[in-house]
Nanobody, 115 residues
Framework: QVHVVESGGGLVQPGGSLRLSCAAS????????MIWYRQAPGKERELVAT???????NYADSVKGRFTISRDNAKNTAYLQMNSLKPGDTAVYYC?????????WGQGTQVTVSS
């Protein structure tokens, strides 16, 4: 059975940091690209960062230089390190595993940036 579970969200002050985790099971993690999305209230879901199965990374312009995506294939886990957080980063963050036309989504974790 496939599981994709995000964790690490919470309330943080502007300028602070959080590290999100995405734990996966039930599929061959190492062969999947891992992607973080976010969705703020009243807005469409947007792609935040991608790390391919080979380790290449890509970021939305809004988070470049502040967020870092990584993966630990031995732990079947992807991460999103978020630094210099802004109120505009407030959203539910989702993790997706993707290989060709197959995708698995997590349930999301809330990140709130507020003083």
């Amino acid at each position: 059975q496939v599981h994709v579970v995000e964790s690490g969200g919470g309330l943080v002050q502007p300028g602070g940091s959080l590290r999100l985790s995405c734990a996966a099971s039930g599929f061959t993690f190492i062969t999947y690209d891992m992607i973080w999305y976010r969705q703020a209230p009243g807005k469409e879901r947007e792609l935040v960062a991608t790390i391919t199965s080979s380790g290449s990374t890509n970021y939305a312009d809004s988070v470049k230089g502040r967020f870092t995506i990584s993966r630990d294939n031995a732990k079947n886990t992807a991460y999103l390190q978020m630094n210099s957080l802004k109120p505009g980063d407030t959203a539910v963050y989702y993790c997706k595993a993707r290989r060709n036309w197959t995708s698995y989504w997590g349930q999301g974790t809330q990140v709130t940036v507020s003083s």
